[in-house]
């Protein structure tokens, strides 16, 4: 983990998809919908005082509380709510710098080591997207999740590509007319990163969280 703020703005962990999808997420769409949202709201606090670890209880707790001022003007508080996914539902979180944009750079010679696990590899980062969570996105932070089933689709290509074995394929890509030393070492330690926490979510039959925030 870097040490300077805007080297670390780039978050992934493993997410307790069922907490997620059968807890948290029924909650917030019932008090953002606006059904019996004081019922769902207790419901919500309940939950999130049963966690374990009392500094992560203790901070949902304190975010929910802003959640709640905001329902009571009949707004949201998305930052707030994102927060709260995280402190309840993400374990194993790994912050490290956005190479997104330079890996892509890098993915003609990703088909040139295996067209078929590259294809896999590139439409799940090309399509997290898809994955958005408007109501944990404030306008400085786009929050995503990925489900189980989807992480076993793709943890065999992750898992063929080791991020040694990438960095190799980068430094020497046209001669090394590409991607200097130093920028190879910082794709292949970020992209380290996503496979760890893919081959994690995959062994636990969890879901995969990403966070990327503006600063």
Not at 3 to 29: H, Q, T, W
Request: glycine fraction near 6%; charged fraction near 30%; hydrophobic fraction near 40%.
């Amino acid at each position: 983990m870097s040490d300077n703020a805007s080297d670390d703005r780039f978050c992934i962990g493993v997410l307790d998809f069922e907490a997620y999808d059968k807890r948290m997420l029924p909650l917030v769409e019932q008090i953002r919908g606006g059904r019996d949202k004081a019922d769902a709201l207790n419901e919500l606090r309940t939950f999130l005082t049963g966690l374990k670890d009392k500094t992560r209880r203790e901070d949902s707790l304190s975010q929910l509380e802003r959640v709640e001022v905001a329902v009571q003007s009949s707004r949201w508080h998305r930052s707030a709510a994102g927060q709260i996914l995280e402190f309840a539902c993400v374990e194993e979180m790994t912050r490290t710098s956005d190479e997104l944009e330079r890996f892509r750079a890098g993915m003609d010679f990703i088909y040139l080591w295996d067209e078929n696990h590259g294809e896999i590899i590139h439409r799940f980062l090309a399509f997290l997207g898809d994955h958005t969570l408007p109501w944990a996105s404030p306008g400085d932070t786009w929050r995503a999740v990925i489900s189980p089933t989807q992480i076993a689709e793709v943890f065999e290509a992750f898992d063929a590509l080791s991020p040694r074995a990438l960095k190799k394929m980068l430094v020497n890509a046209e001669d090394g007319g590409v991607f200097s030393p130093e920028e190879a070492e910082a794709v292949s330690s970020w992209y380290g990163d996503v496979r760890r926490i893919v081959r994690l979510a995959h062994r636990q039959d969890a879901g995969f969280f990403i966070a990327v925030r503006d600063s």
